[in-house]
């Protein structure tokens, strides 16, 4: 009976001490502005509950995280909220509360008055007269004159001194920091003294546990030498370039503890510590997209190939996959309903297989030779498919310190099937004959030169940073190719966090391609259709499907007694002259904040079409969006939503003729089909895994 009762007991007191706990509703923070709520909110110990434990509908199901209000703590996020004002600089900061409760819930708000805050008055570096440091050094400091005295800005400021000087040949550097505080005038005196200590050099390189990995191929791939002037960013390069060979799972660089050599205080040791991986690696996945329905790839790599960080590398991939034949399932509209639309283009498997071998540190340690064979089979939406075989030698190399280039030859022999109408608008030749002889396999040579610089914080789902991109091609018959043309295109994208979960994102895109004379077609003026540009999709212009802006082609099957098109489908022509601006704003979730993300855009695109007159703008476009993201192991998963107020876009329209052979052109400016003016069939929906840019 005793062991009954004990039993029992807990549960009633368990019950008695959560009607007893007040559950978080609201946490807010009123008077704050040099610091903002959402650094607040993660200084403090008190927060809410998530919206689905709060929800009346949800509460009694415990969905949700539910946080209690604890009395001690709360009293104690006061004192954090006014120490972390002093930390910035706000030595008179006032923080009040203000406590809603229920018999259930509370809901407080923090009151701050911040104050004025203690302001820099003047900042002194001494220790330097001996040494030649930059100009800038004191406009690079985090902490500068006439702003608040930020605790952690003044400790930044000494780090930032000491890199420069570690960066300088002094790895033995100390930065000691002073500053004085004159409460009356709310200014701020700082000083640092810095010891740079000894200006050594690199006396001696030593490489820690290898096995199979040569002492040679780790030299080669470090970015200091013996004898070099010691330089902080240059171990973090070395580290960085040993980790890029795949080869290591563990890698540290940096002056060993032990550092003199022979007990010179100017030379010093360099440690290389590494722990190998596995040479062979095999990646493998699967997943899914509405334009390539099922899709599969798999990479089997061999690191240190006949030494030296070599690699040899075989690819495959396939797409489309239970649409496409021939694997193709008998529900395969209800599988990859995004195709149905592209049974032209989208009816067969497309594949990639290929083989790679890359030589590292070719003349110099960045420099990279990359030699590649190739098989394709591949489709762009309503537009076109290319199949060929090639092979391309590329050669890596780095100008300055992180301006990577690329310089390309790529050689292939295939052909690219486009509409036949495609031809009548390119070529103003309609019979079946020349389309086919126009649409032969073709040998294709280019010369690419290509250079990217990637800053952000993250490459798969960046929040700040920035990236810079451009190629410029060409294609001749003084390099081997039977087409000819000219390309450049040129991108950038940056990220600027507003506050702690708010992000802006911006995107430009320009490029331009000219025709020049080709050996095909009787020599006429040609740009292919895979290099042509087209916009329209989940990572262009959003408010039109896949390819569905810019210039189009219509062909029907034939003809009805009222003049309507039967069989009607619609080709993209592509253009010769792109120009598209994306902006998008990414904020939290109300709900589900740490796995959810929401984002507001505009995307901006504009097409030219070449004419014997010149270029010739097609319309600027301009659609509105929302989006909603969760965060996926893969990157964020994104649906989008787009509104399109424009017409259709006109284009000839072509007849098969049966009889004769021949495409007829039966309305040079045909309208297209209607669109709906319902505001939700003009929304245009978007599945994609990945950011849009």
Known sequence: MVIGIALLAPAPLAAQAERDELQVTGVGFRGNHAIGSDTLAVSIVTSSSSFLATFFLTRPLHFGRRRTFDETEFRRDVIRLQLLYRQHGYFEARVDTSVRRSSRTVKVTFRIQEGAPIVVDSIAVAGLDSIPVPSRLARSLPLAVGRPFDRSLFAAAADTIAAVLRNRGYPFVEVYRSYAVDNATRLAKVGFDVAPGPHARVGAIVIDTLHRVTPRTVRRSLAVREGDVSNQDALYDSQRSLYQTDLFRFVSVGVAPESTVGGNDSLVRVLVQVREGPHTRFRTGV?????????????????????????????????????????AMGSRNTWCPGLA???????????????????????????????????????????????????????????????????????????????????????????????????GSRRQATLALGMVQSHTDNPVDPTSGHVYSAEASYAGS?????????????????YRRLSHRLVLAFRFRAGIVRPGISAVAGGVKFVPPEERFFLGGPTTVRGFGRNEMGPVVYLADSLNQAGAPIGLRTSPLGSNAVALGNVELRLPSPVFSNRFRLAVFLDVGHLWEQRTR?????????????GIRMATPLGPMRLDAAYNAYVRQPGPLYVVNTAGGTLDLVNPDYPGPGRSTSFLRRLQLHFSVGQAF
């Open 287 to 327: 997943g899914y997209g509405t334009i390539d329905c099922f899709r599969a790839q798999a990479t089997l790599s061999q690191n240190n190939f006949l030494g030296g960080a070599r690699q040899l590398a075989l690819a495959g991939k396939l797409s489309k996959l239970g649409f496409g034949h021939p694997t």
């Open 341 to 439: 639309e592209d049974s032209r283009f989208s009816d067969t498997l497309n594949y990639m297989a290929s083989i790679t071998f890359t030589q590292p540190a070719v003349f110099a340690r960045r420099n990279t030779i990359t030699l590649s064979g190739f098989a394709e089979r591949r489709s762009e939406f309503k537009a076109f498919e290319r199949i060929g075989v090639g092979g391309l030698v590329s050669y890596g190399f780095a100008v300055g310190r992180d301006l990577p280039f690329t310089l390309t030859y790529r050689l292939a022999y295939g052909r690219t099937r486009a509409d036949d109408a495609t031809f009548c608008v390119y070529f103003d030749r309609c019979e079946q004959s020349s389309i086919a002889q126009l649409a």
């Open 478 to 494: 003084g390099i081997g190719s039977q087409y000819a043309f000219a390309k450049f295109v040129a991108e950038a994208a940056s």
């Open 614 to 626: 010149g270029l010739l703008p097609s319309g600027l476009r301009a659609t509105p969006g929302m």
